[in-house]
Structure formats: C-alpha cells, structure tokens
C-alpha cells in the first residue's frame, strides 16, 4: 500500500485567513485527487491532478501537483465557515490503477 | 439524480450478531466500492466490484466479513459475527468505470456494542 501523510491533522482559523494543508508520499502516484468530507456525509471529490507540477484552480481553493508527484497541497484564501469540513487526498494506487489510498485527513474548522 | 444510496444510516447492535450493510449504486455505473472509515486508520478499500464480479476482496479484514453484488444495482456488506472493533463508517462508492471518479453514498454509521 501507497502510504499519504496529511498534515496538519487539525486546523482551527477564523474567516478571512489563508492556509495550505499538504499530502506527502514516498511514493509516486500516476494522479491524487482532493476530497471535502462534511459531518455525516461521504467525500466528495474537489479536484484531480495528474501532471506533476500541475496547478488547478476552484474558485478560493488552489491544488498543486508536486513534479515528482509524490505530494500535494491545497490552499484556501480568505476562508469562509461553509470551507468547515474534513479534506482528504488519495493517490490512485499505480498497481491497479483505480485503487484510492487516502490519507487521514486534516479537520478544518474556520469561525466567523 | 439520485447518487448512491446506503442503507440503514445507523446500525447498532450487540456483539455476535450478523450485520448487512446495503448499497445501491448510481444507474449505470459498473464499478462498486465498499470502504470502512475509522479515526485510527482513516478509508480503507474493503472491496472492488467490477460489472457486479469480486475482482479485488484484498481489503477485507477477515472471513467474518463478505459482500455480495446480486445485480448492477445492489451490493450487501456482510459481517458474521460482529465484533465492537468492526464499529465504523461504511461507505459505499460507484463509478462509471474503475479509472473514472468514485461517487460515494452517506455511509452507515455501524455501533458494536
């Protein structure tokens, strides 16, 4: 198993602030995907990258590709209390080629 | 567009006793996933089903756990008998195709008490 580091596990800001959250993995993976989970509910997926280097864009939120791809990040600018929520990375895994391997997440909580 | 859909939301029920968790998939979609979330070991892959066959069961923690997929529009996870360390979120995830984006369903949130 491809193993992703997430840090930080916990992040408490207030509205406005900016704030990158990273995924790290000795590994390389052919893509990573971003995931937002909200209490109660399942992940829903943000973003996909698949070029190393590769920067998208979705609205406030960047995700950068590392070159080797072997990590990620995700930044937030001025955030907002609808941002509250787990965000996840997963790998797909380059055995199977479909097999998500996700980190443990960093808990987001952003106070008015 | 209904997406997928989990049945029961919560279960709980004492040790020893036979669980099913219940999936269905987004029409269409001929990739099928059961993952569990825990806090100690965050979404593991239990299961993947492709055009309703096992093609990876890797996942599964052990013998008291099986899944079955009877047709394209349901899947049943299975656990005989339970144990509290088998409390967990149990989600369910579909996709077009394996290479495509998982779409998951609510989860069931599963007491073992």
């Known amino acids: 198993t491809q193993l992703l580091e997430q840090s930080p596990q916990f992040l408490s800001i207030q509205e406005g602030e900016n704030l990158t959250v990273y995924c790290n993995s000795s590994?390389?993976?052919?893509?990573l995907q971003w995931y937002r989970q909200e209490p109660g509910e399942g992940p829903v997926l943000l973003v996909t990258?698949?070029?190393?280097?590769e920067v998208k864009k979705l609205k406030r939120l960047t995700f950068q590709f590392g070159d080797a791809r072997k990590d990620s990040s995700l930044h937030i600018t001025a955030a907002q209390p609808g941002d509250t929520g787990l965000y996840l990375c997963?790998?797909?895994?380059?055995?199977?080629?479909?097999?998500?391997?996700f980190g443990k997440g960093t808990s987001l909580l952003v106070t008015p | 567009d209904a997406g997928v859909i989990q049945s029961p939301r919560h279960e709980v029920t004492e040790m020893g006793q036979e669980v099913t968790l219940r999936c269905k998939p987004i029409?269409?979609?001929?990739?099928l996933f059961w993952y569990r979330q825990t806090m100690m070991r965050g979404l593991e892959l239990l299961i993947y089903?492709?055009?309703?066959?096992?093609?990876?069961d890797s996942g599964m923690p052990e013998d008291r756990f099986s899944a079955k997929m009877p047709n394209a529009s349901f899947s049943t996870l299975k656990i005989q008998p339970s144990e509290p360390r088998d409390s967990a979120v149990y989600f369910c995830?579909?996709?077009?195709?394996?290479?495509?984006?998982?779409?998951f369903g609510d989860g069931t949130r599963l007491s073992i008490l």
């Open positions: 590994s390389v993976f052919s893509s």
């Open positions: 997963a790998g797909i895994d380059s055995n199977s080629g479909y097999a998500l391997n």
């Open positions: 089903f492709n055009n309703n066959v096992p093609i990876d």
């Open positions: 029409s269409g979609h001929n990739s």
């Open positions: 990258v698949v070029t190393g280097g």
């Open positions: 995830a579909s996709s077009f195709t394996r290479n495509q984006p998982q779409h």
